[in-house]
């Protein structure tokens, strides 16, 4: 699906799950619109005819919050999380494309770069390793500190959540924290973890919020603003 008054195209993706339609607006710009199993392009047409101005709104918020465009790969990546940078390093070789540490502080991007896709990859790979080895004892030791139980940790990249708790207790993190500051990630971290009591956003999930950060209300607006903060290569090509 093409609209041809959008810079880029408006994907549409079919959902077996899905009982109606809806749109999509990721912070990278990019519009998806999910539709039940055989529905027809004229319904499409005339559900964006209805959305649109609520979609050209969003398009602009994102673009406004977006993280300026960079060349790849970055010289730098700066993982204010937990206060590290590191410098970026193409080895060049052969074999799979991996990035793997060559010395302190720099990150070296090892084997046959041919594809920048791959890159992208490996890089992509690389700041999920760090992230789980910087946001699971992270969490746990908030989880200990404030008493909170969970059972298990994922960490992923997602477009549009920091993060998640499930009925189960699981916490998922998104990878990109690691370019947030301290402050807003631990602020995440005990957000989830108020959701092991809390499965909602009410007024005593909050609460409890207020209760061991009252500067919260800050700190989500600073995570919401987030996105401006994640480089272009972590959800660019491929």
Request: hydrophobic share 40%; with cysteine; glycine share 6%.
């Amino acid at each position: 699906w093409s609209d041809d008054t959008a810079a880029e195209a408006w994907a549409v993706r079919e959902s077996r799950r899905a009982r109606r339609l809806a749109v999509r607006v990721f912070h990278t710009g990019r519009v998806e619109i999910v539709v039940p199993r055989r529905t027809s392009r004229r319904a499409i047409a005339q559900f964006l005819d209805g959305h649109r101005a609520w979609i050209e709104t969003k398009l602009a918020q994102a673009r406004r919050r977006a993280a300026a465009p960079e060349p790849f790969p970055p010289r730098t990546i700066e993982l204010a999380a937990c206060g590290q940078s590191w410098r970026v390093h193409l080895a060049g070789g052969s074999g799979a494309l991996r990035a793997r540490t060559i010395a302190p502080g720099i990150l070296g991007v090892v084997g046959d770069a041919c594809a920048a896709r791959l890159a992208h990859r490996a890089l992509r790979a690389w700041l999920g390793e760090r992230a789980r080895a910087v946001l699971v004892p992270a969490l746990a030791e908030c989880a200990r500190r404030h008493g909170y139980r969970y059972q298990q940790v994922a960490i992923r990249r997602q477009r549009t959540r920091w993060g998640s708790c499930s009925t189960r207790g699981t916490i998922s993190l998104n990878s990109c924290l690691m370019f947030q500051t301290p402050e807003v990630m631990r602020y995440l971290l005990l957000h989830e973890l108020v959701h092991t009591r809390h499965m909602n956003h009410s007024r005593a999930f909050w609460q409890e919020v207020s209760h061991h950060c009252p500067h919260y209300q800050r700190l989500d607006t600073e995570l919401l603003d987030g996105w401006q903060r994640v480089p272009s290569w972590v959800f660019g090509k491929a």
